[in-house]
């Protein structure tokens, strides 16, 4: 990913990800990363950053979002990626 936001170094989450964009004119396949991680000048908060590769893609600019999370709702977010998780791999209760 060219003109990339987002760092991405081997502390990275997430490094390749396949992602998907849907606008009301449109879908697209991309690739992008996934971070998350404690902002230096926001310590008590957890940062999730998801960032596509938009390169050749004229409808959409290079950005990146990011999300602010308290260490409850971090909490949360986490509890419910382990429950769907397991939902995917068939180990649900």
Same mark, same amino acid.
């Given at each position: 990913?060219?003109?990339?936001?987002?760092?991405?170094?081997?502390?990275?989450?997430?490094?390749?990800?396949?992602?998907?964009?849907?606008?009301?004119?449109?879908?697209?396949?991309?690739?992008?990363? *996934?971070? +998350?991680?404690?902002?230096?000048?926001?310590? &008590? /908060? %957890?940062? @999730?950053?998801? #960032?596509?590769?938009? *390169?050749? +893609?004229?409808?959409?600019?290079?950005?990146? &979002? /990011? %999300?602010? @999370?308290?260490? #409850?709702?971090?909490?949360?977010?986490?509890?419910?990626?382990?429950?769907?998780? &397991?939902?995917?791999?068939?180990?649900?209760?």
């Amino acid at each position: 990913m060219s003109n990339r936001i987002t760092t991405v170094n081997a502390y990275t989450t997430l490094d390749l990800v396949a992602a998907r964009v849907e606008t009301h004119e449109t879908t697209l396949s991309l690739d992008g990363v *996934v971070d +998350v991680a404690v902002a230096d000048d926001s310590p &008590d /908060r %957890v940062v @999730l950053s998801v #960032e596509l590769d938009t *390169v050749g +893609v004229d409808e959409i600019p290079p950005h990146a &979002d /990011r %999300v602010e @999370l308290t260490p #409850e709702q971090a909490e949360t977010l986490a509890d419910d990626l382990r429950e769907y998780a &397991d939902d995917a791999r068939g180990e649900s209760d």
